[in-house]
């Protein structure tokens, strides 16, 4: 296959693996306050989040040698910057973002509402 095509199709699948990399990390944090094993629950999503990126990482290595390899990582921080980009803490209220609180500074000391 053609590199340009392995290096388009490794950036692609590292933004979409990212993604769901980190949309599985805030799916994790929304659940774990009315978990009854919340240990449980931390441990077995990192391992299936570490196990499909680390998959992918693999084929997309595989596919492109170190090219595929720094496509993959570039989408993945794509996917990254973009997720937190998105959810920041100081942003205002945006539909399914972790930050749906706003901070409220008093004097010295934070307070959230």
């Known amino acids: 296959m ?3 095509v392995v290096i388009i199709l490794s950036l692609a699948a ?3 693996l ?5 949309g599985g990390l805030w799916l994790t944090l929304r659940r774990l ?3 009854p094993h919340p240990g ?8 299936g ?6 998959a992918g990482l693999y084929l997309a290595a595989a596919a492109g040698g170190w090219q595929g390899l720094l496509a993959f990582l570039a989408g993945v921080m794509a ?9 920041r803490p100081g942003r205002r209220k945006t539909p399914g973002c972790v930050a749906e609180r706003a901070v409220v500074t008093t004097g010295e000391e934070r307070v959230w509402n």
């Open 40 to 47: 449980t629950l931390v441990f077995g999503s990192y391992l």
């Open 18 to 22: 990212g993604g769901a990399y980190f």
């Open 49 to 54: 989040r570490l196990g499909i990126c680390l």
């Open 33 to 35: 306050p009315g978990s």
């Open 2 to 4: 053609n590199t340009s």
């Open 14 to 16: 590292g933004a979409g």
């Open 79 to 87: 996917a990254r910057c973009l997720l937190v980009q998105r959810c």
